[in-house]
Antibody
Framework: QVQLVESGGGVVQSGRSLRLSCAAS????????MHWVRQAPGKGLEWVAV????????YYTDSVRGRFTISRDNSENRLYLQMDSLRAEDTAVYYC??????????????WGQGTLVTVSS | SYVLTQPPSVSVAPGQAARLTCGGN??????VHWYQQKPGQAPVLVVY???DRPSGIPERFSGSNSGNPATLTISRVEAGDEADYYC???????????FGPGTKVTVL
């Protein structure tokens, strides 16, 4: 069965860095685009970034572009999110999610359990 | 960028139907997806591509998108349907997901 397991969250001071990891199993990782989606405490879902199946394209939401870097290792079935220059407003549960694309649109049927990132000022 | 709107809350009695809406500019031209999220849990996709259900999602969950707004209907609502529901579209030019602000469904 499809499994996505995030790790790497924790408490970090404002301005510092953190790297999140998502271990994938149960499917051919290199065939699917992968996303990071976050949720601040008590708030809604916010899309963060996507990397295409082969790593050729990466896109970011405006608030993290230039500070966060999404990457993947298809040989290790892992997705990463390098987060630099962290701010208090980056505090959230971060989910990795697998693409489900059809008819020219994409959604995510599989999600990890999330990892909490807390940025302290 | 594209903006989705959802009512903050909907209340419904058990056994009745709940109709959740998702608005956006010319939303009928997009495919809308819906997620259910219960407290402390990851989102669960309940409808994709406007009308389809993933395996394991009850038939009580149905979607439509024939114009503004798109809708998710939960028939014969149960206590276990109490959750936050988010609509989502995909921006093809940038690969972005766009989420609506979410609707909290309360079962009376």
């Amino acid at each position: 069965q499809v499994q996505l397991v995030e790790s790497g969250g924790g408490v970090v001071q404002s301005g510092r860095s953190l790297r999140l990891s998502c271990a994938a199993s149960g499917f051919t990782f290199s065939n699917f685009g992968m996303h990071w989606v976050r949720q601040a405490p008590g708030k809604g879902l916010e899309w963060v970034a996507v990397v295409y199946f082969d790593g050729s394209n990466k896109y970011y939401t405006d608030s993290v572009r230039g500070r966060f870097t999404i990457s993947r290792d298809n040989s290790e079935n892992r997705l990463y999110l390098q987060m630099d220059s962290l701010r208090a407003e980056d505090t959230a549960v971060y989910y990795c999610a697998r693409d489900r694309c059809s008819r020219g649109t994409c959604s995510s049927e599989y999600w990890g359990q999330g990892t909490l990132v807390t940025v302290s000022s | 960028s594209y903006v989705l709107t959802q009512p903050p809350s909907v209340s419904v009695a058990p056994g009745q139907a709940a109709r959740l809406t998702c608005g956006g500019n010319n939303i009928g031209s997009k495919n809308v997806h819906w997620y259910q999220q219960k407290p402390g849990q990851a989102p669960v996709l309940v409808v994709y591509d406007d009308i389809d259900r993933p395996s394991g999602i009850p038939e009580r969950f149905s979607g439509s998108n024939s114009g503004n707004p798109a809708t998710l209907t939960i028939s014969r609502v149960e206590a276990g349907d109490e959750a936050d529901y988010y609509c989502q579209v995909w921006e093809s030019t940038s690969g972005h997901y766009v989420f609506g602000p979410g609707t909290k469904v309360t079962v009376l």
